[in-house]
């Protein structure tokens, strides 16, 4: 199909998209639903933590954050790629958004490569999900949230081959594109929460 062609039919879908919330509703539902569940395991923690301050500042203290403050600027940079390929398949640049979406692919493997590094670091030391309360919340929690990146990895990987085969976002394909970027912008958004909840709070 030609240039000519996509630019044309672009050009008929009408832009439903203007003005709406982002996606479907049936994917908000899902989002709010997937929030609710982390922040009920959020209080869990938080519960736990109260009952023993000590020993949960103790078993931080121990962990370095150097991965962790990484990760934090790997998931940020992420978000603004997504941010920037949305705006350009919305614009047509179909070229740079399947860029973006690729880069923010990258950043996400990133994340995971990182996150396994840690964990391998974590146990070679003696600090398993196993060796204390602080040590299994911190596994159950970024484990939790790194099935949601390694999904994520899939979702802009089809966010990327969509902008490479030119599909536009206008009408009822802006789902796919607004839809996935809500996604991963979760997924940024519950690490922020994460990362200071667990790794810096005593």
Known sequence: ??????????????????GTIPGEPGLWVFLLGDMVIFAVMFVAFLTER???????????????LTIGLTNTMVLLVSSLLVVLALNAVRAGRFGSGSW????????????????????????SSGHGPDTGPYFMWLFI???????????????????????????????????????????????????????PLVYLVA
Do not use: N, Q
């Open 50 to 64: 109260a009952d023993d301050a000590a020993a949960f500042a103790a078993d931080r203290a121990s962990v370095d």
């Open 1 to 18: 199909m030609s240039e000519s062609t996509v630019e044309t039919r672009d050009r008929a879908d009408p832009p439903d998209g203007a």
């Open 100 to 123: 973006y979406f690729a880069a923010g692919m990258g950043c996400a493997v990133l994340f995971t490569a990182l996150k396994a590094v840690e964990y391998t670091h974590l146990i």
């Open 141 to 195: 929690l970024t484990g939790v949230h790194l099935f949601h990146v390694v999904l994520g990895i899939a979702v802009l990987a089809v966010l990327c081959l969509r902008a490479r085969r030119r599909l536009s976002s206008e009408g009822p394909r802006r789902v796919f594109y607004e839809g996935g970027a809500c996604y991963w912008h979760l997924v940024d958004l519950l690490w922020m929460v994460l990362f």
